[in-house]
């Protein structure tokens, strides 16, 4: 029993249309579902990916209206990581964000910068050897397209309280290091410590990932919660989320984990070729259909192009 890697990546937007404008219109990631926060559904969750909605590529935002921007901290992920296929790429990514007014970095092997509410990303050239996981977008050339999660960097001032859970509970690798891999039979991705800013007092908000979640096999989350527990961490029951079936608990550095079911996916509530195009509701929630959408923002999405290949 391996965990897949990353499954997906949540983090907070104030500003839902400058969101979807930004990772859609920019980053040329595909909206794979738009539907609402389950424990708070008058706000959007929106997700973003490849093509399919894979595991391994979903970055998902929830949307606080007017949301102050938050700051990294101890606890916390502070940089996303994402997989590219070579050094033209990170050259084509750093003129293409220049061409927009987002200040990038270009150093050897990787390409810095932040999005509009100051989450920070990183793009490597990797060589993993994982399938690419890619979004199709008329401007990005597909062989510069963003392919996925490489791994995240989270701030810790006491690594070593997480190594038990970690490689003994649920079977990271450790790397050099406070490096670790977690890698299953088809993808893998890092996990890595920095040490946290002495100066910085942590702040959750508009700009900050809020948890990350790790790819688990469809019946084996039982297993993995009992794992957890004996770890000494305290896991949430299973949580169904219509999508995906969740467990969550906080790792003893202070970061939300979350194991995720791969599946049943983002298709299985409308066609694939349609994805995020509408308000999508699981079960629960379709009773409140008509108020929710009288609530939430239009959001520029989808975009003429897509529209018009999809029919």
Not at 198 to 214: C, D, K, L, Y
Request: hydrophobic residues 40%.
């Amino acid at each position: 029993m391996r965990l897949e890697g990353i499954h997906h990546i949540s983090a907070i937007t104030g500003d839902a249309a400058r969101n979807v404008q930004f990772y859609t219109g920019v980053l040329g990631l595909r909206m794979v579902k738009r539907t609402v926060n389950q424990d708070e559904p008058n706000m959007y969750h929106l997700f973003y990916g490849d093509e399919h909605g894979s595991p391994g590529m979903d970055l998902t935002f929830f949307e606080y209206p007017g949301a102050a921007r938050g700051l990294a901290g101890a606890g916390m992920v502070h940089r996303i990581v994402w997989r590219v296929s070579s050094r033209d790429a990170l050259e084509f990514w750093e003129e293409r964000l220049a061409g927009r007014g987002v200040r990038a970095e270009l150093s050897r092997g990787s390409l810095l910068f932040a999005d509009p509410e100051g989450l920070e990303h990183e793009l490597v050239h990797s060589l993993a050897g994982d399938r690419p996981l890619t979004a199709n977008a008329p401007e990005i050339p597909g062989e510069h397209a963003l392919q996925g999660f490489e791994g995240v960097r989270a701030y810790s001032n006491a690594p070593v309280r997480s190594e038990r859970l970690l490689g003994e509970a649920l079977g990271f690798t450790r790397q050099e290091g406070e490096h670790w891999e977690v890698r299953g039979e088809r993808r893998g991705s890092f996990y890595a410590y920095d040490p946290a800013p002495p100066e910085i007092h942590r702040s959750q908000g508009a700009g900050t990932v809020h948890h990350v979640a790790f790819a688990a096999g469809p019946g084996d989350l039982e297993s993995w919660r009992t794992r957890v527990s004996d770890a000494g961490a305290r896991p949430t029951p299973v949580i169904e989320r219509f999508y995906f079936k969740s467990v969550y608990f906080l790792e003893p550095s202070g970061v939300l984990f979350e194991l995720a079911t791969i599946g049943p996916g983002f298709a299985v509530d409308e066609d694939e070729q349609h994805l995020g195009e509408r308000l999508s509701l699981p079960p629960p929630f379709e009773a409140m259909r008509e108020q929710l959408e009288s609530k939430l923002s239009p959001l520029p999405y989808p975009p003429a192009w897509r529209a018009a290949a999809a029919g």
